[in-house]
């Protein structure tokens, strides 16, 4: 009837949960995962979070892997699809990377708990991921295998810097789109010129 409101909760997911121990890092880094404020966050209960997760460390576990998904898997998926030409999607992974580290404060938290185990294994994880994806690039650019390593170490490398001046000093960075695009252009050439 038209005068009748229903109010049907939605039933959060591990997805859900995942989520907001993502945000929570970002937030506040690994020690804002706490199962109580993040249900409190989630307009929920522990027995919420108890029905998907046997404890912290399992929740901890699938953000990380979820985060993984986002920020590697599926930007790697998205320059495969995108191009063919290996210079193309290495021009198309930096820019992509750079938005990405520009916004993202998670990683760069989860950088500063690099002693933690779950999240060194993370970060081991998705360097190897990332650093394979840029070798396999290289390769394809007629490096040889081991230059094809050096030039993902040191395009991996510029990255991790650039997402640290990124939240650090971001006016050391060009700021206006003629400058960005001369900037990632120059960072292209310098990484693929033989």
């Given at each position: 009837m038209g005068g009748e409101r229903t109010t049907a909760r939605r039933r959060l997911s591990r997805e859900d949960w995942a989520d907001a121990a993502l945000t929570a890092i970002a937030e506040g880094g690994l020690p804002a995962v706490?199962?109580?404020p993040l249900a409190a966050r989630l307009g929920t209960t522990k027995g919420s979070?108890?029905?998907?997760?046997?404890?912290?460390?399992a929740l901890l576990e699938a953000a990380l892997s979820r985060w993984q998904e986002r920020h590697t898997t599926a930007v790697n998926a998205e320059v495969?699809?995108?191009?063919?030409?290996?210079?193309?999607?290495?021009?198309?992974?930096?820019?992509?990377?750079?938005?990405?580290?520009e916004q993202?404060?998670?990683?760069?938290?989860?950088?500063?708990?690099?002693?933690?185990?779950?999240?060194?294994?993370a970060l081991a994880r998705v360097t190897e991921q990332r650093i394979d994806f840029l070798t396999r690039l290289f390769s394809r650019m007629d490096f040889t295998p081991g230059a094809a390593r050096q030039r993902a170490l040191l395009a991996y490398s510029?990255?991790?810097?650039?997402?640290?001046?990124?939240?650090?000093?971001?006016?050391?960075?060009?700021?206006?789109?003629?400058a960005r695009r001369a900037y990632l252009d120059h960072v292209v050439a310098t990484l693929t010129a033989h």
């Open positions: 706490a199962v109580e979070f108890y029905w998907h997760f046997p404890n912290r460390e495969e699809a995108a191009a063919t030409d290996p210079v193309e999607q290495l021009r198309l992974l930096i820019r992509r990377v750079v938005e990405i580290a993202d404060s998670i990683g760069l938290a989860l950088l500063s708990t690099a002693d933690h185990p779950a999240v060194a294994a510029a990255y991790l810097g650039h997402a640290q001046l990124a939240h650090s000093t971001p006016r050391s960075l060009p700021t206006t789109p003629a």
